[in-house]
């Protein structure tokens, strides 16, 4: 890939992070402001030049991964919610990531391949 390309990934992962961190910061109540945190505007930049650059069809594993990873966030956010609240932050952060990879693994074993 030539370094134009990382160039402009670069230049609009910047601009989408200042942008959703502009809506974040603007957000009422403040909790909803991780929504719009560095991680989905870089992974929705970083698509949209996958699709200029190597077309839609090859965007599909991108975003498959992406919704895996996604789903396995979302249970080890819901499994640490109880941990930390248990094991205080650093074992229950920890033994969440099992909920992460078992989600996440699981659901690309079954869908992901």
Partial sequence: MPIVVFAVKAVIGGLAVLGFSVIGEAARPK????LFAAAPSVALASLAITVLSKGAKATVPYAEGMLIGSAGML???????????????LAGSVLAWIAWFLVAGGVYLAVGR
Wanted: charged content about 15%; hydrophobic content about 60%; glycine content about 6%.
């Fill in 75 to 89: 249970a080890y956010c819901l499994v640490s919610l109880v941990l930390v609240e248990r094991l205080h932050a």
């Fill in 31 to 34: 909790r909803f402001a991780g």
